[in-house]
C-alpha cells in the first residue's frame, strides 16, 4: 500500500507564500508522475500543477507564482506559492500515478492540506 501525506498548509496573508510537501510512503513501487490539485467551498476540484518525467504543467491561475518540484529520492513532491491571493483558497491535495510491477498502475490521493489567504 501507499501513503500520501501532505503538509504545509495554513493561513497566510494576500501576497504571502507558503510551501506544500507531500511524501509517498511504501514499498515496492515506482512513481510515474504527481500533481497538485485543489478544492474552493462549493467548487470542483480542479488542476493546479503537475509534473511527469520532470515535465511540468501548471493551470493558467497559477502560472508564475506557483512551481512544482519533486524530490525523488525521497518521494516527496512540492508546490511553492508566492503571491499568493485570497481566490487560492482551498483545500489542496496530491495526487501520485504508482506502478507496480506486478499490479499496474493505480492512482492515490492524499488527505488534502487546507491554505487559507486573508488579511
Known amino acids: 500500500q501507499v501513503q500520501l501525506v501532505e503538509s504545509g498548509g495554513g493561513l497566510v496573508q494576500p501576497g504571502g507564500s507558503l510551501r506544500l510537501s507531500c511524501a509517498a510512503s511504501g514499498n515496492g513501487f515506482s512513481i510515474t508522475g504527481m500533481g497538485w490539485y485543489r478544492q474552493a467551498p462549493g467548487k470542483q476540484r480542479e488542476l493546479v500543477a503537475t509534473?511527469?518525467?520532470?515535465?511540468?504543467n501548471y493551470a493558467d491561475s497559477v502560472k508564475g507564482r506557483f512551481t512544482i518540484s519533486r524530490d525523488n529520492a525521497k518521494n516527496t513532491l512540492y508546490l511553492q506559492m508566492l503571491s499568493l491571493k485570497p481566490e487560492d483558497t482551498a483545500v489542496y491535495y496530491c495526487?501520485?500515478?504508482?506502478?507496480?510491477?506486478?499490479?499496474?498502475?493505480?492512482?492515490?490521493w492524499g488527505q488534502g492540506t487546507q491554505v487559507t489567504v486573508s488579511s
Open positions: 509534473i511527469i518525467g520532470g515535465r511540468t
Open positions: 495526487n501520485a500515478q504508482i506502478n507496480f510491477p506486478l499490479t499496474g498502475d493505480y492512482l492515490y
